[in-house]
């Protein structure tokens, strides 16, 4: 799982770094950026970080796989 929050995506390409990476992406903003194109990701949050949390934790507990 990678999970990116907070961020605009202009500073640290993050689409660009994780676009070649294997795995579930998690994205977590305020609002959509221009620099991050949201189909990248499993699950996009639009919402304060305290608001989204209990979320993600869902999102985590009925998609994790220990094995993989």
Request: hydrophobic share 30%; proline share 9%.
């Amino acid at each position: 799982f990678f999970i990116v929050s907070g961020t605009q995506g202009n500073v640290v390409p993050i689409d660009s770094l994780l676009g070649q990476v294997e795995g579930r992406k998690l994205l977590n903003n305020l609002e959509p950026s221009p620099f991050i194109d949201d189909r990248h990701y499993e699950q996009s949050y639009y919402k304060p970080a305290t608001e989204a949390w209990p979320l993600i934790q869902e999102y985590l507990q009925q998609h994790w796989s220990p094995e993989g």
